[in-house]
Every structure is written in structure tokens, then in C-alpha cells.
């Protein structure tokens, strides 16, 4: 695992990582709604959604809508994506369209992704899923996290 200390998380965490920017159809939310299943089954996950738009604040609300606690959703503005993607266990690509530089990343350091299957990502070597589908997300990441 990596140490998450960085990005001032507790040292026993698994981070799920996001990022890009916040605006409508952004795929932010599909990250929001796969955590809220993962985190019953996994209590050391953390979701780290890097960026900043519009939709933030919305974004927020929704998590905190579904119960997802401030010290378990993470939303940075501060931190630059492709160095935060060091400190993720799981890298997950959920926008629509683009988000190519922040997969490549998360690749070219090891990471497991997970992505949505668009025309920008068919030449990702990570799992890909049709959009728009958080329990398919969820659950190719609960895999993921038992056997990288």
C-alpha cells in the first residue's frame, strides 16, 4: 500500500482516487454513488476526488446526502492530479470523455484503474465498464482492492 500521509489520510487507509474538473456529466457523481457501496464492505476506504468546477459544491452535497462523511470523501483542489495519483491504491476514470493524462499516470506507477469504456479510453490496459453503472464500478474495484 501506499503511504497515504501525504494527503494527510490515517496510515492504514486504501485510496480510491478521481480527478478532474467538475461540471456537468463529469462522471463525479457515478465516483460518489460506487463509494457509497464500497464503503460498507470496506471501512478503510477512502475517496479522493481531485479537482475543481462548477458542480463541486454539488457534488458535495450529494455525498453528504448519502451519508458519506467528510472524513471519508475527500475534495482537493490544491493537490496536483498526477501527483496525488501516487497516493492511490485504486486510480478510477469516470468521466465521459477525456481524463487520458491522469489514467496514463496511475498506469505508468503500477496503479490498478478502472475506467469508463469510451472512445478516449479504448487504448487504456486497465478494466473498462460501460457508463453510468456504480454497482459495475464498485464491484470490479472491490475486486481490485483483494487482489491487485
Known amino acids: 500500500m501506499t503511504n497515504p500521509s501525504r494527503l494527510g489520510l490515517p496510515a492504514d487507509s486504501q485510496i480510491l482516487m478521481c480527478a478532474g474538473e467538475f461540471v456537468p456529466g463529469d462522471g463525479m457523481k457515478l465516483a460518489i454513488w460506487a463509494f457509497d ?3 460498507y464492505v470496506a471501512p478503510q476506504l477512502q475517496l479522493v476526488l481531485v479537482g475543481d468546477g ?5 457534488m458535495m452535497q450529494f ?3 448519502l451519508g458519506s462523511d467528510d472524513w471519508r470523501v475527500h475534495f482537493l483542489i490544491d493537490v496536483h492530479p498526477l501527483s ?5 491504491d485504486v486510480v478510477w476514470g469516470t468521466h465521459p470523455r477525456g481524463g487520458l493524462p491522469f489514467l496514463n499516470a496511475a498506469l505508468h506507477l503500477g496503479k490498478p484503474t478502472v475506467a469508463l469504456r ?4 479504448e487504448s487504456i490496459p486497465g478494466l473498462l465498464l460501460a457508463p453510468a453503472d456504480p454497482v459495475a464500478l464498485a464491484t470490479l474495484t472491490r475486486k ?5
Open 37 to 39: 457501496i464500497l464503503k
Open 54 to 58: 462548477p458542480e463541486r459544491e454539488r
Open 63 to 65: 455525498a453528504r446526502s
Open 84 to 88: 496525488a495519483v501516487e497516493q492511490a
Open 118 to 121: 469510451t472512445p478516449d479510453t
Open 144 to 148: 481490485l482492492l483483494g487482489n491487485p
